[in-house]
């Protein structure tokens, strides 16, 4: 009988104990670091939603130069358009890296050992094909959200709720709760196929070389047998990703203002080494200050991210087994049957000769 969510978190504890700290080895946590955080998979726990203030610019006396002011907003149109189409192709390059990662990933948690360069040679069309899965539900992800937008919308506008909203505040309300709802459980229904993607369909299309719908078709297959056991497996994991962000919120919050001590110190002397050289706030000096300022953000997420390393592992480990006592493929790679001898069994040896009597 296959083992159920509950029984699962033991075994996922103890293969990332013995993964990370039998032996410890500094440069997998690295390695693992980074891959986590481009997998995503600091969403699953690791991640504490802590967001960080922004700089201040300064002072209200610290104002853009003259020349920035002055200059026609279309003069800026096509730096606008050229930073709105590299943004465009960063967010594609990363969905395309994260989708090669989660694969890495897996890899990583199974063998126990964590190879980036390795792995994203054997894994392109793995990735390729996860990436195609991941733009295609974005794309059914917008649909939606514009039926269930538009649609209340559009109606609103066809019986002239919208016009004259004072006379129809009752009808305008009751909709918006119900708009609220069905927005609310249109946004757990994508979280849920967005786990089951990674923990279960993940697994089969880098066992099988299969692609995403197809390995959906044998989960929806594996879930209708077993319906209590995943619902159980979604549940628990709910309750560990809530345990897990309640902890390392905590870390982080420690981690953050150890942080900020020199951090902050630095940029203190920076502004204060600018203003004494003369300089003000123009394109240039804004450009270095985003410059700065991302290279910081990204250097934060990462030191985040080795903080959060045995959550990075726990979570996968804790999926794999719980699916490897159901998809055979993996439990055969999770539980490798004892290699026997080519030679068979030893021969049986002669009993010795009997003692001579007298």
């Avoid at 002011?69 to 050229?82: E, T």
């Avoid at 229904?189 to 390995?215: H, N, R, S």
């Avoid at 290279?295 to 959550?311: E, G, H, K, R, T």
């Amino acid at each position: 009988m296959p083992i159920s969510a509950l029984d699962a978190i033991s075994p996922a504890f103890d293969h990332a104990k013995q993964q990370l700290l039998k032996p410890f080895r500094m440069g997998q946590w690295a390695r693992l670091a980074l891959v986590g955080l481009l997998a995503g998979e600091l969403s699953s726990g690791g991640g504490c939603g802590t967001r960080f203030p922004l700089p201040h610019a300064g002072g209200t006396h610290h104002i853009p130069a003259p020349g920035l002011i002055a200059a026609h907003p279309l003069l800026f149109a096509p730096a606008i358009a050229a930073l709105v189409v590299l943004g465009l192709l960063l967010v594609v390059l990363f969905v395309y890296i994260n989708s090669v990662m989660r694969f890495i990933l897996f890899d990583s948690v199974v063998e126990k050992r964590c190879r980036i360069r390795q792995g994203w040679g054997r894994r392109q069309e793995a990735g390729w094909r996860y990436f195609g899965w991941q733009v295609l539900l974005f794309l059914a992800s917008l649909v939606g959200l514009t039926i269930l937008v538009g649609v209340p919308a559009a109606l609103g506008l066809a019986l002239g709720w919208l016009q004259k909203p004072g006379e129809h505040v009752l009808a305008l309300v009751l909709g918006g709760i119900l708009v609220f709802f069905l927005f609310c459980g249109f946004v757990v229904c994508l979280g849920v196929v967005a786990v089951l993607t990674k923990d279960f369909v993940v697994p089969q299309m880098a066992m099988e070389d299969i692609g995403a719908i197809e390995a959906w078709r044998r989960l929806l297959s594996m879930m209708s047998r077993e319906k209590g056991g995943y619902a159980g497996y979604l549940a628990l994991k709910v309750a560990l990703a809530v345990g897990a962000a309640v902890i390392m919120s905590m870390v982080t919050v420690v981690v953050f203002l150890l942080i900020l001590i020199p951090v902050g110190g630095i940029g203190v002397v920076a502004v204060l080494g600018g203003k004494a050289a003369g300089l003000t706030w123009n394109l240039y000096t804004i450009t270095l200050a985003v410059v700065v300022g991302s290279v910081l953000a990204v250097a934060i997420l990462y030191v985040f991210s080795l903080i959060s390393v045995p959550v990075i592992v726990f979570f996968p480990a804790y999926s794999i087994y719980f699916f490897a006592a159901r998809y055979p493929p993996l439990a055969a790679v999770l539980y490798p049957a004892p290699l026997l001898s080519p030679q068979g069994p030893p021969p049986p040896q002669p009993s010795p000769p009997p003692l001579p009597i007298g």
